[in-house]
């Protein structure tokens, strides 16, 4: 039984290190605090050699860790799933309002959330006109069409 209490604390350790270069999303982390805390149960109540009072301080340890594990891998999750804040794709569908006049095959200006951007459009749009943002090309340009308010 003390072997068998020495594996799971041994595959305990080969899944956490393994967590750093897979991506489990912490499903390796988890089990290997599972498996850590059953083999640390095993092995105290099979050693007669090792107090009692061990089984009273580690189990809460392990129990918080592990609570610790699963709430941090549940932030990170909800955190990854955020839209993005930056960059090219936080600016689609945004609406910006015309500075320079647009013309088809032709370049203007948008003022974006208190960003000036060089624009491209399809349609003609004329200065302080509403666009909505549908694309940006390679070279950091913004492709608009007019926006409708349907209010």
Known sequence: MVYFADILIFFAFIFVVVDFFAMSYG????SGAIFFIIGSILLFYVMPNVPGFFVRIVLPTYVTLTIFVS???YLGY???MLRAKVGM???LNEVGEVTRDIKPEGE??????GELWTAFSD????KNSKVII???DNRLRLK????KNNI
Do not use: C, M, Q, W
């Open 27 to 30: 499903i390796f982390t988890a």
């Open 71 to 73: 709430v941090s891998a």
């Open 78 to 80: 909800r955190a990854h």
């Open 89 to 91: 794709t936080a600016l």
């Open 108 to 113: 203007g200006k948008v003022l974006v959330n």
């Open 123 to 126: 349609y003609e749009i004329l």
């Open 134 to 136: 549908t694309d940006a």
């Open 144 to 147: 608009v069409k007019p926006f």
